[in-house]
């Protein structure tokens, strides 16, 4: 079966702080995607960052980063210089390859001012 | 920019009642998914359609049906709603073949059945 874990219910941090977000899974597979998405308090769920998992190379988007450990099977987020804007939560979820996503129970991101 | 739009934010229904959430999108995209969101249980899949009249049973299918008579448009039935039904449902749509496009997400239909 194939898991994905955020061990992390909730998290809070200064602004301007850096801040990591967990997560872990589990899979067989070699080759599949991961993606760190977004549901802020007006509820649209947004694309933050993907890495495929071929890729030996973190992804990047600005203040947005991962590191993902494939051996370990883990895919950590990033998030430096955090703004009030980044309060939400965030979900981890993979495409292991059968056109369906499979998400994490999320993490409660609150910036404080 | 994609656009997938759900038809009702918050709907209050009662017990044993039957209950369509409506989710169009306009990107012509092949797959579109119902996704069940709880605390603590982050989003399960209930159903999925990869295509016009497909379906394809989720994670959590019990208790839902759906349909999928045009390729923008794909609704979720809840046959007789149960008190164990009241959660945020969320919609999305995303590119066939192509596992490393993201997903496309509407805003979230509240739904309690008292």
């Known amino acids: 079966a194939q898991t994905v874990t955020q061990s992390q219910p909730e998290m809070s941090v200064q602004e301007a702080e850096t801040v990591t977000l967990s997560c872990t899974y589990d899979t067989s597979e070699n080759n599949y995607y991961l993606f760190w998405y977004k549901q802020p308090p007006s509820r649209q769920m947004i694309l933050v960052i993907r890495?495929?998992?071929?890729?030996?190379q973190n992804a990047t988007e600005n203040r947005f980063s991962v590191n993902f450990q494939k051996a370990a099977k883990s895919f950590s987020l990033k998030i430096s210089d955090s703004q009030l804007g980044d309060t939400a939560m965030y979900f981890c979820?993979?495409?292991?390859?059968?056109?369906?996503?499979?998400f994490g129970t999320g993490t409660r991101l609150t910036i404080i001012p | 920019d994609v656009k997938v739009t759900q038809s009702s934010r918050y709907l209050v229904k009662r017990t044993g009642e039957k209950v369509f959430l409506e989710c169009v999108q306009d990107m012509d995209h092949e797959n579109m998914f119902w996704y069940r969101q709880d605390p603590g249980l982050g989003l399960r899949l209930i159903y999925f359609?990869?295509?016009?009249?497909?379906?394809e049973k989720g994670d959590i299918p019990e208790g839902y049906s759906v349909s999928r008579e045009k390729k923008e448009r794909f609704s979720l039935i809840l046959e007789s709603a149960s008190t164990n039904q009241t959660s945020m449902y969320l919609c999305?749509?995303?590119?066939?073949?192509?596992?490393?496009?993201?997903?496309?997400f509407g805003n979230g239909t509240r739904l309690t059945v008292t």
């Open positions: 359609s990869y295509d016009v009249k497909m379906k």
């Open positions: 979820a993979f495409n292991f390859g059968n056109e369906k996503l499979t």
């Open positions: 999305a749509s995303g590119r066939s073949a192509l596992p490393h496009s993201p997903l496309h």
């Open positions: 890495q495929e998992a071929y890729k030996q």
